[in-house]
């Protein structure tokens, strides 16, 4: 077999470049003849210039896939404007999971539940923006009809842990490689884990997340105060929760799409991709489950439109 391209949307040397290259080798033997799967890296750290190139000018011929960070996904689900690709249409092959844990700063002997968040609006939440995976967060606590008072621009999980540390606000998101260790020092200043988005599964159902097993996901808190937050919410937890995800265009042959998936899926039990893995407090997922997020992702344009109007109504933001 000839040798094969896996473009890596975002810096050669960053973290979508790093699970690129360790995907590469893994999954190299998993082809007839071992072919060398070379990686080449495109665009910026939010995967949006590498997820255009894929859609715009990779062939679908099964020589090229591409890795990219769950971020793209975001720019996706809110518009921007340099977007010009839509994720719904690839086909999935393998992704890395993250974790996604709110910690709060509860009343005293008050318990993790949806009356104890209630009881604490408007909550102060550290956030990014919400062209983050903090619209997840946003969303799942509108979905449980929680009112927030985003601090808005904490980029880093240094800065929100500073800011919750110092008390200038009442909750962190944490979302990404790492979110155990990131946890301890919130919990050693008062903090409480409260929920997590969980685990996608291939049936569409959401498991706990194995890296917080006795952690409710946010849906479990309550039912949706109305029906389009429960959508957006379980799309943008989706893209939250995609450290990286591996994909062919569209229209690539059936056959091509059943060897790469073939390499992927033994890519996933390989010992040095499980180790790196598991350091990073990341879950291989296979296809099945990436399908049922690009599934879930796949808003209805009259959902889509809901949610951007209540970014815009909630907290004055407008699409990129």
């Known amino acids: 077999m000839a040798a094969l391209t896996l473009l890596v949307a975002g810096p050669d040397g960053q973290q979508t470049s ?15 003849g071992a072919p060398t799967i070379a990686t080449q890296a495109v665009g910026g750290l939010d995967g949006v210039t ?9 062939v679908p011929d099964g020589k090229t896939a591409a890795i990219l960070p769950g971020a793209a996904m975001t720019a996706w689900l809110t518009s921007d404007s340099r977007v010009h690709f839509d994720p719904t249409r690839w086909v999935p092959l393998m992704a ?35 062209e983050s995976n903090d619209l997840a967060a946003l969303l799942a606590l509108a979905r449980l ?9 904490l980029r880093s999980t240094d800065a929100k842990i500073s800011a919750f540390i110092a008390g200038e606000v009442d909750a962190v998101f944490l979302c990404g490689e790492g979110v155990p260790e990131d946890i301890a020092p919130l919990t050693a200043g008062g903090g409480v884990p409260v929920f997590s988005l969980g685990l996608q599964n291939a049936d569409g159902s959401i498991s706990p997340d194995p890296a917080f097993p006795n952690l409710p996901d946010a849906t479990a808190l309550g039912p949706s105060v109305t029906p389009f937050l429960d959508t957006s919410y379980r799309a943008a937890a989706c893209a939250a929760r995609l450290d990286f995800i591996m994909v062919l265009p569209r229209l690539t042959d059936p ?7 073939q390499a992927a899926s033994e890519a996933t039990a390989a010992p040095a991709l499980v180790a790196a893995a598991s350091a990073s407090s990341i879950a ?37």
């Open 96 to 130: 890395g999971a993250n974790s996604g844990v709110l910690v709060a700063r509860l009343p005293a002997g008050a318990p993790p539940d949806l009356n104890t968040l209630q009881s604490m609006a408007p909550l102060k939440l550290a956030a990014d923006q919400p």
């Open 284 to 320: 291989l997922e296979s296809a099945p489950a990436v399908i049922a997020s690009l599934t879930a992702l796949n808003l209805t344009p009259a959902d889509q439109a809901d949610m951007l109007s209540f970014l815009t109504k909630n907290f004055g933001w407008q699409p990129g």
């Open 145 to 153: 009809g929680v009112s927030t008072l985003p601090v808005f621009g």
């Open 255 to 261: 056959g091509l799409i059943a060897q790469w998936r």
């Open 50 to 58: 590498g997820a255009n190139r894929l859609d715009a000018l990779v």
């Open 18 to 32: 790093r699970w690129g290259k360790a995907c590469a080798l893994a999954m190299q033997s998993g082809f007839p």
